[in-house]
């Protein structure tokens, strides 16, 4: 893939997938800012991409307060002079029974999941505009599609993303800049581990291609979508599930 020295943030990337788009990106030579509001896991998944021998950058960031948001904006300009790759990655699952979820339960995770898209977009798009050029790639979800009981407040963020990225792509398209978004299905991650194993065997077993997706299998789709090559595919949503959820 093509990518002329280009530098990219990642939100929500010191593990699972964000972690495996990180070290892929760096992999393909392009400068990463690693961010996360845990400064000890951003400066581990920092030091893990340069021991691999790629370019990062690390820097704590609660994406949900937009001030920290313009200070990331403001310091990775200072560092590296362009913003040209964002992927939106950070996101949090609060789930209960639609009947029982709070109030708490269903800002929490709009605000870390949604809003926040809205916020660092908002604030890093102006460096791409500026430059007229930026890839914007959203992660987004199968139950953003799908929906899935007990996930009501994450199924609605992850339908919004979709939503927010067919704006995103006409609002920003003359201005040289492609939003698109992916939706992974079943990936191995931290938080699919916490699945009781009957629960998990059942969801494997629905997945026509036979195995549940790698962190890596999305990374590699976001490289694409990163990359020069992919000037012309916007306003997509990538479904990445092994056939689990057929839209």
Do not use: H
Request: hydrophobic letters at 40%.
């Amino acid at each position: 893939m093509i990518f002329n020295n280009r530098v990219a943030v990642v939100t929500g990337s010191t593990q699972g997938i964000g972690l495996a788009i990180a070290k892929r990106l760096a992999k393909e030579g392009v400068k990463v800012v690693v961010t996360s509001r845990n400064a000890d896991k951003v400066n581990e998944a920092v030091a893990e991409i340069k021991n691999d021998g790629g370019e990062a950058f690390g820097l704590k960031c609660n994406v949900t307060n937009r001030e920290e948001v313009k200070a990331l904006g403001e310091k990775v300009i200072e560092k590296y002079g362009s913003i040209d790759i964002l992927v939106n990655n950070a996101g949090i699952t609060r789930d209960s029974s639609f009947k029982k979820m709070t109030d708490e339960q269903w800002d929490e995770v709009i605000d870390s999941d949604l809003k926040s898209v809205f916020i660092v977009t908002q604030e890093l798009s102006k460096y791409m505009e500026l430059n007229k050029y930026g890839r914007i790639i959203s992660l987004s979800s199968v139950v953003g599609l799908s929906g899935n009981f007990g996930q009501a407040n994450y199924s609605a963020a992850k339908a919004g993303i979709i939503g927010l990225t067919k704006t995103l792509s006409m609002e920003l398209g003359k201005k040289g800049i492609t939003v698109n978004a992916i939706a992974p299905g079943f990936i191995e991650t931290a938080m699919t581990q916490e699945i009781p194993e009957k629960i998990r065997n059942e969801i494997i077993a629905s997945i026509p291609v036979g195995r549940p997706g790698e962190p890596e299998d999305i990374a590699a789709a976001t490289a694409f979508l990163a990359s020069e090559e992919a000037g012309f595919v916007s306003g997509v949503t990538l479904s990445i599930n092994g056939a689990m959820y057929r839209s």
